[in-house]
């Protein structure tokens, strides 16, 4: 009766791995229970992810080849782009599908942009290669784009490129304050990254959080459907003040990193799995986020039935 809050399956939305080039799903060691999918099981993961009532899949493509530019990101055969098409026609409107709009899993630099001469990120040059990923996912079939680079101005051209090819329907998800965070970790191997270095020079410093709340507003002007703090459970402070300060829906992505700690703990006997995890995406709910993005997802959704 006093409950203040709910984690239903319609909040939740289940990233997934898609690897061209695959025969079979490849394990995620540092992800207990998480593949690279191939294109045909990625299909029964999103038709499960219906059928549980999921609120969306967020879709993170590995190409075979990576180069300096990330040219399998806006290549319409490249890996996510096929996904796209696949899924949506799998699932067509029983799921919001979204897709990673970012350079990194593409890039053999690893980097979420392209590089100047002397190697740093060059953020313009990235947001007009952003705008051409934009279009090309949208016309696989993208409801939502998800921009996770963290480069200045991108949901701005996103947006203006995405309504000037007629797909204005086609939303926003910002990944607004994006820390640099060492809790990335596992993913670095869920999408083989070849990241030497850190993105400390464009993700945001983890000791500010009004920088977080400024990223969010600038990202709402600019056309944001929904933002989202990323890491959670670090960062719940952030998503408590990014709440109280915008009026579009507020994601939060329970990253690999806290994935992998709390497996980590079960598998060891150290910890109560099963609640942990309710507990862990309760606590996230309760510190505002309308949406959690989660690799627990599914088993979520089958717990809460
Ligand atoms: C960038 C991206 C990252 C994650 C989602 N999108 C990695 C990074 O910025 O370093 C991390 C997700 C996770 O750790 O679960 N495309």
Redesign the pocket.
């Given at each position: 009766m006093v409950s203040e809050t709910s984690l239903e399956a319609r909040q939740l939305v289940l990233?997934l791995f898609v690897r061209e080039g695959l025969d079979e799903p490849k394990p995620i060691s540092s992800?207990p229970g998480v593949v690279q999918h191939t294109r045909s099981t990625l299909l029964e993961a999103v038709a499960e992810a219906a059928d549980l009532g999921l609120g969306g899949v967020?879709l993170?493509g590995i190409p075979e080849h990576k180069d300096a530019t990330g040219s399998g990101a806006i290549d319409p055969s490249g890996i996510l782009n096929l996904a796209i098409t696949d899924v949506v026609a799998e699932v067509g409107d029983a799921l919001t599908v979204m897709s990673?709009?970012?350079?990194?899993?593409f890039t053999d630099h690893g980097h979420?942009g392209v590089l100047t001469p002397d190697g740093r990120v060059d953020n313009d040059r990235t947001l007009a290669v952003y705008a051409e990923m934009a279009r090309a996912q949208a016309h696989a079939g993208v409801d939502m784009v998800?921009p996770?680079?963290?480069m200045d101005g991108q949901v701005a051209v996103i947006r203006a490129a995405l309504d000037a090819a007629e797909h204005t329907d086609v939303s926003i998800l910002a990944?607004s304050a994006?820390y640099?965070?060492a809790?990335?970790?596992?993913?670095?191997e869920?999408?083989d990254?070849s990241?030497q270095g850190d993105?400390r020079t464009y993700?945001q410093d983890y000791g500010n959080a009004r920088e977080g709340v400024r990223e969010a507003l600038l990202d709402v002007e600019q056309g944001a459907d929904v933002v989202m703090v990323?890491?959670a459970l670090p960062y719940l402070d952030v998503v408590r003040q990014v709440r109280d300060a915008v009026d579009v829906p507020v994601a939060a992505?329970?990253?690999?990193?806290?994935?992998a700690m709390l497996e980590a703990a079960a598998a060891q006997g150290w910890i109560d799995r099963e609640p942990a995890i309710l507990e862990t995406l309760t606590s996230i709910r309760r510190a505002g986020a309308d949406i959690v993005?989660t690799?627990w997802a599914a088993e979520v959704a089958r717990l809460l039935r």
């Open positions: 990233p992800m967020m993170f990673d709009l970012c350079l990194d899993e979420c998800g996770s680079g963290m990944y994006k640099a965070s809790f990335f970790g596992p993913f670095r869920a999408v990254s990241l993105r993700q990323k890491p992505y329970n990253v690999s990193g806290e994935y993005l690799y």
